[in-house]
């Protein structure tokens, strides 16, 4: 066995050994399966572009379910916001690199009434992408698709935090 072998099997044996386990793992006797309490999200209503490829990115994630599922006993409250921010320019003075920040502070509460919090936070992605002169076609592409990838780090953020709030609390 090579040197890098063994310093990875130490590793994963001391993360073993203090506790450590992947939120994805099957649960252990007697703890309980997150997957329902996932399934159980719905998703609350987002406006503009954005907020339809968060509402797609998150259902993507939570909805292993399919419509005639269980009825939903969380909503999922999501506020998108991005955040362009020029970064390079060019000699005349014309931005040709702009970084976008995309901050979603969220909610989780039941669906009863009044809503009962169940979790709250903000998820953050940073991403760049470069603006072409003369090629308008090619830079809006360029702006869609970090947009994509911003949605898909926010989405997955959110949803491991999920994960984490339905394990550390099996009763909410």
Known sequence: MTRRGLLLAGLAGSLAGCGFRPLNAPPEPGEADIGPQLAAVRIG???????????????RR???????????????????VPAYEAQGYRRDGAPSRFRMVMTAPWTLQTVGVPPR????????????????????????????????RLVEQVAEDIVMRLAIAFRENPAA
């Open 45 to 59: 209503r987002l406006s503009n572009r954005t907020g339809q490829l968060m509402h797609q990115a998150l259902e």
């Open 62 to 80: 939570l909805a292993a379910r399919d419509r005639s599922g269980p009825a939903a006993r969380y909503e999922l409250i999501v506020s998108p």
């Open 117 to 148: 919090p169940i979790a709250a936070g903000t998820s953050r992605a940073i991403d760049s992408y470069n603006f072409i002169d003369n090629e308008f076609f090619a830079s809006l592409l360029s702006s869609e698709a970090a947009e994509r």
